[in-house]
Every structure is written in structure tokens, then in C-alpha cells.
Nanobody, 123 residues
Framework: QVQLVESGGGSVQAGGSLRLSCAAS????????MGWFRQAPGKEREGVAR????????DYADSVRGRFTISRDDAKNTVYLQMNSLKPEDTAMYYC????????????????WGQGTQVTVSS
């Protein structure tokens, strides 16, 4: 069983930056694809970004493309989300997620979830 532990959330003003980290307890073939979802109050959980093992492939939600960058360090079983030019609408609980591959990055296809880290962006 792979455990995911997020860190790096917090409060920041609009235009600021935050870096989220997610450490996996171990490598597993079933968690080769890692990434992030977020959920704002009253809204559905949405995929933000994902990255394949070795970082060979990445994908982003349209709402964050060009502002967020996902990366990973496979030696540390850790994935990162660098968030720049943050907007109030980025305020949400951010969840680390992992599954076998990156072909289907939907909430109901995720195998492992982290506990979440709060990101709050004030105007």
C-alpha cells in the first residue's frame, strides 16, 4: 500500500507563489503516474496536473497551464507542483494522487490519495 504525504500549502496573496510536495512511501508500479487534484468549497474535485514516471510526459488543466509546473524526483519518490502567479480562484484543498498510468486522470480512476493540503490565495 502506497501512502502519499503532501506538504507546502499555505496562504499567499494573489500573484504569489507556492510549491507543493508529495512524498510516496515507496515506489510501486501501480503509482507510476503521479499528480494533483484540487477541490474548492462547493465544487467538484478536478485534475490539476499529472506526470509520468521519469517525467517523460506532463499534462495540465487549462486553468493552470503556463502558471503551474509539475516535476518529480524518482529517486525520492516525490512529486512537486510549483504554482506561480496564483489567483484567488486557485484557492482549494490540493490532493496528491497516483495511479498506474496517466491515460485516465479522473477522480474515480485514482488508486492512491494523499490527505490534502490547503492553498488559500487572497486578493
Amino acid at each position: 500500500q502506497v501512502q502519499l504525504v503532501e506538504s507546502g500549502g499555505g496562504s499567499v496573496q494573489a500573484g504569489g507563489s507556492l510549491r507543493l510536495s508529495c512524498a510516496a512511501s515507496q515506489y510501486s508500479a501501480s503509482s507510476r503516474c503521479m499528480g494533483w487534484f484540487r477541490q474548492a468549497p462547493g465544487k467538484e474535485r478536478e485534475g490539476v496536473a499529472r506526470i509520468s514516471r521519469f517525467g517523460s510526459s506532463t499534462d495540465y488543466a487549462d486553468s493552470v497551464r503556463g502558471r503551474f509546473t509539475i516535476s518529480r524526483d524518482d529517486a525520492k519518490n516525490t512529486v512537486y507542483l510549483q504554482m506561480n502567479s496564483l489567483k484567488p480562484e486557485d484557492t482549494a484543498m490540493y490532493y496528491c494522487a497516483a495511479r498506474l498510468d496517466c491515460a485516465f486522470w479522473l477522480e474515480n480512476s485514482i488508486t492512491y490519495w494523499g490527505q490534502g493540503t490547503q492553498v488559500t490565495v487572497s486578493s
